[in-house]
């Protein structure tokens, strides 16, 4: 048994480095860039914005959960005061690059609200920012539909600081008060 204790701290020690390796896949102050209607590069993660965004992941020909989500939300940014609309940046984030460009997603987010802002960006920087935040998504192909196919998506409302660190996250719900809730204690703070 003495013979195979020297592989404990070999274990550790790749146990170690592994996890550093881990943590080094990411660069520090996390950035991505989006397309809006108005800027083809836009930094999600602007430290000099410090405003909280509040981000929705979604498509525009989801048919029911997205426009429900959006409608959540539309409906707490409207019982907010004007300080507290002030801190926040709510964004509309399409997981359906291919069919939603920036301008489509800005057209669907502003159906809902005009402080929601519309954002689409290439398939790998929208899998990096769902991997990142725990967004799961998957295309699904509609046989004899002529959309083509669907995304199935999780649907949550994602708090995030302008560094890009998640602070919370709120499910899908059927009425404003959580995500109203979620907006006030984090503007408070």
């Not at 609200?113 to 920012?129: D, N, Q, V, Y």
């Amino acid at each position: 048994m003495n013979k195979w204790i020297w592989l404990l701290p070999l274990a550790f020690l790749v146990g170690i480095g592994a996890q550093y390796g881990l943590q080094k896949t990411e660069p520090e102050g996390f950035t991505t860039t989006l397309s809006t209607t108005d800027n083809p590069n836009t930094e999600l993660f602007d430290p000099s914005d410090s405003r909280i965004r509040v981000i929705y992941f979604g498509f525009t020909r989801c048919p029911d959960v997205c426009p429900t989500s959006l409608a959540m939300l539309s409906g707490a940014l409207n019982q907010l005061d004007e300080s507290e609309l002030q801190q926040i940046r709510p964004i509309f984030i399409s997981l359906d690059p291919d069919r939603d460009d920036a301008a489509l997603a800005h057209q669907y987010a502003q159906y809902f609200h005009p402080a929601i802002e519309g954002m689409s960006g290439s398939l790998e920087t929208t899998k990096k920012l769902a991997q990142r935040y725990g967004v799961i998504f998957q295309k699904t192909e509609l046989e004899g539909s002529e959309l083509d196919y669907t995304l199935d998506h999780n649907s949550y409302f994602y708090f995030i600081d302008a560094q890009g660190n998640l602070m919370t996250k709120v499910p899908h719900a059927l009425s404003p008060a959580p995500v109203l809730a979620a907006i006030k204690t984090i503007t408070k703070s």
